[in-house]
């Protein structure tokens, strides 16, 4: 008879062979014991639809690796924030936070097979999502910028197509002027001047972010583009809603914010679907700028997510009540890492009955203690409060599991299971 492990490989190629559109539970709790906490990571298998959130303590950076093999990265923060108000890097101080990003996104593309990202997405131009300068970022070898974030991933993985919601003007609904915009400009410069594809992210599209086809998936899959410079996805097609108002009209201190403008994606499989929309907010100075919730449109028209993050790292102009209604996700993921990360009312929101029935996990990526002594009546209902948080979706979308790993190492050593959950 075959070895347990082998077994589980066969039942798995079985699976993918036929295009099966369902995940039967004893399937999926098998081939979800490829993953035990004490044990590393499986790497990536076709058919599986695996988004790692990644936790360096410095910002944002999440990891897709779609059924087929397509690879996207949202966001590659390095912020410079102190250690006063925001966790150590991880896992340590002895390389930059978007070298660890990078080292981790081409462990896990390498363990799939894989090579480079089809696809990268800058969510907006903040240092904890594209990534911060000072007087000791190196200089790039090809161009008169800097690494950092995003730049030092683009140095140790290829990036097929970059994607933010500035190109090529970067002047909507100003040109942000500091040292880190102006460093993600001189990287775009150089980028373009090598050849290499940079587009701006489309609200409402489907197919910008397409399946690349690197292997054979169960089901098909999308990526749809749901918001960004304040457009919405309608609903419809491809059909934007435009919720600023013409900035002409606007005094300064009113137009939208870099956070207000960030983009948000829908990934859907099967009946897994996942929302994710950067910094958006849905505050909105308590009425006198109702534009200014732009996230509560995105998650309006995104729908009912299984997985969905506390945009804006889980702070108070994130998620309000009828965000909540509308994503009514099984698990909530916070990138955390600041003392404000997240905000009490948020978590109250989270967890509450009230906005949607049913259970509900929260999972953050680096919950600091300050922080934690604050809130520890709501964060001891936390599922897990440090690490890197992988939702893993078998073949089919019918169900989910989530593993919790080390994020003070490179081994991937998983330290909780989580699931399965219905999708």
């Known amino acids: 008879m075959a070895a347990p492990d082998q077994r589980r490989r066969l039942l798995l190629q079985a699976m993918l062979a036929t295009a099966a559109p369902l995940l039967a539970p004893a399937a999926a709790l098998a081939q979800a014991a490829r993953d035990q906490a004490g044990s590393a990571l499986a790497a990536w298998q076709p058919g599986w639809l695996d988004i790692h959130h990644i936790a360096t303590g410095r910002g944002n950076a999440t990891l897709a690796i779609l059924p087929d093999g397509t690879s996207l990265l949202i966001d590659a923060g390095a912020s410079a924030n102190g250690i006063d108000t925001s966790v150590p890097t991880r896992p340590d101080g002895s390389r930059r936070a978007g070298v660890w990003i990078g080292r981790y996104v081409r462990r896990q593309l390498r363990g799939g097979g894989l090579s480079s990202l089809d696809y990268a997405l800058a969510t907006h131009l903040h240092p904890d999502h594209v990534g911060d300068v000072d007087a000791a970022s190196p200089q790039a070898a090809d161009g008169g910028y800097k690494l950092t974030g995003m730049m030092d991933v683009a140095a140790l993985v290829d990036i097929g197509t970059l994607l933010d919601r500035g190109f090529p003007d970067y002047d909507y609904p100003s040109v942000l002027q500091a040292p880190f915009a102006d460093n993600y400009r001189a ?73 207000s403008c960030s983009t948000a994606i829908r990934i859907g499989y099967g009946k897994f679907s996942y929302f994710s929309g950067g910094d958006l907010t849905s505050y909105t100075e308590d009425g006198a700028l109702p534009w200014r919730d732009v996230l509560g449109p995105a998650a309006r028209a995104a729908g009912r997510a299984s997985v969905a993050t506390a945009d804006h790292h889980g702070m108070f102009d994130g998620l ?104």
Do not use: C
């Open 320 to 423: 309000n009540a009828d965000v909540v209604r509308s994503l009514r996700p099984r698990a909530w993921v916070i990138q955390a890492w600041h003392l404000a990360h997240p905000d009490m009312l948020q978590m109250e929101r989270m967890l509450s009955e009230r906005l949607y029935a049913g259970p509900r996990d929260i999972f953050a990526t680096d919950l600091m203690r300050e922080n934690y002594l604050t809130i520890e009546r709501l964060a001891k209902r936390m599922r897990s409060r440090e690490g890197h948080v992988v939702v893993r979706v078998p073949p089919g979308g019918e169900r989910f599991y989530i593993a919790v790993t080390d994020h003070r190492g490179e081994t991937d050593q998983v330290k909780l299971m989580a699931g399965p959950y219905d999708a």
């Open 187 to 259: 990287f775009i410069k150089a980028r373009l001047a090598a050849g290499k594809r940079v587009e701006q992210f489309r609200a409402g599209s489907v197919s910008q972010i397409a399946a690349r086809g690197h292997r054979p998936a169960a089901l098909p899959f999308e990526v749809r583009n749901v918001a960004a410079n304040g457009k919405v996805w309608s609903g419809q097609g491809e059909r934007m809603i435009d919720l600023f108002p013409p900035l002409a009209t606007l005094p300064a201190a009113d137009r939208p914010s870099e956070n």
